[in-house]
């Protein structure tokens, strides 16, 4: 497969977050065509930061600046990734930025080996002290969880997921399942996780039927025998508001069963007696103004 950094490769920083793809990769290059402007920023013969515009200049044919990241002045470069991408990518939600700041936390804690320095404190590199880890997992995750303002809990449940299921934590950023499903999948017992995984993104695509809600009919009290036409209007009046607060379409069992009992046709009287008296009361009080 070639290469699409021209022999360059992205540092494991960088790869916290995704690449652009698809129609919204075709704008960006598009905005690329007229040359690269913003030089792509190197950090340890790798790519902390341009990797969509070293890829683009490539397919285009375009010269691409470059310039070194410099840790003494510039500080984490942990830091600078989050503010360079998550900050300009406001679309991505809660959970795209739990993953990204994981798998952020994972990069720059890493696991040196033989001689590769790349997970070490930019200090021991220069200095040449011996090779170790710059924190434990735990201490790394509360750096990032200052750094980025993601929770450490919410990079927890996903590392948790990651190590027990990465093909739980893939189908999250596919948008499949919800990060509480993939903590499903992950928690049920290693044998059972694909058939467990293949349930939660078939529950998933299923479409949702959620019952209608019926709006709360107030209940209004009878009148009083001895009350004054004042208090006669307000209960008509509320009665009224009663029978407009009636949803017919999520109350249609309701009503078929008062049919079937014929106490409809009683309600049906009753509501022509009020109308008659609303209407007669109306004309009375109109007639009395002129």
């Known amino acids: ?22 129609d919204a990769y075709e704008r960006f290059r598009d905005l690329v065509k007229p040359g690269v402007r913003t030089p792509i920023v190197m950090f340890e013969g790798m790519i902390l930061d341009g990797r969509n515009r070293k890829k683009a200049s490539q397919e285009l044919g375009l010269a691409c600046p470059e310039r070194t990241y410099d840790p003494d002045t510039e500080g984490d470069p ?58 434990s997992p735990d201490k790394t995750l509360e750096d990032i969880a200052k750094t980025t303002g993601v ?17 739980a934590i893939e189908a999250v950023q596919e948008k499949k399942i919800t990060l509480k499903a993939a903590e499903r999948v992950a928690k049920a017992p290693e044998e059972e996780r694909p058939a467990v995984l293949k349930e939660e993104i078939k529950k998933a695509a299923a479409p949702r039927k959620r019952a209608p809600k019926s709006r709360a009919v107030p209940q209004v009290p009878p009148p009083k025998p001895d009350a004054d036409p004042l208090e006669l209007i307000k209960t008509l009046q509320s009665a009224t508001g009663a029978l407009i607060n009636i949803d017919l379409a999520t109350d249609v069992p309701f009503f078929r069963n008062e049919i079937t009992s014929g106490r409809l046709d ?21 007639k009395a103004k002129k």
């Not at 739990?98 to 320095?117: M, S, V």
Request: net charge positive; proline share 8%.
């Open 266 to 286: 009683q309600w049906t009287k009753e509501l022509q007696e009020l109308a008659a008296a609303a209407s007669e009361l109306s004309q009375k009080i109109g």
């Open 78 to 135: 942990a830091a600078f990734v989050w503010s360079e991408n998550a900050d300009g990518r406001r679309h991505m939600d809660k959970t795209e930025l739990a993953i990204a700041a994981e798998k952020l936390a994972t990069a720059r804690q890493g696991a040196p080996k033989g001689n590769d320095n790349s997970a070490l404190d930019p200090k021991q590199r220069r200095t040449g002290a011996p090779l170790k880890k710059i924190s």
């Open 1 to 22: 497969m070639t290469n699409p950094y021209g022999g360059l490769k992205p540092h494991p920083l960088a790869e916290s977050f995704p690449m652009i793809e698809g």
């Open 151 to 167: 929770p450490k809990r919410a990079m927890q449940q996903v590392r948790r997921v990651t190590t027990a299921s990465p093909e």
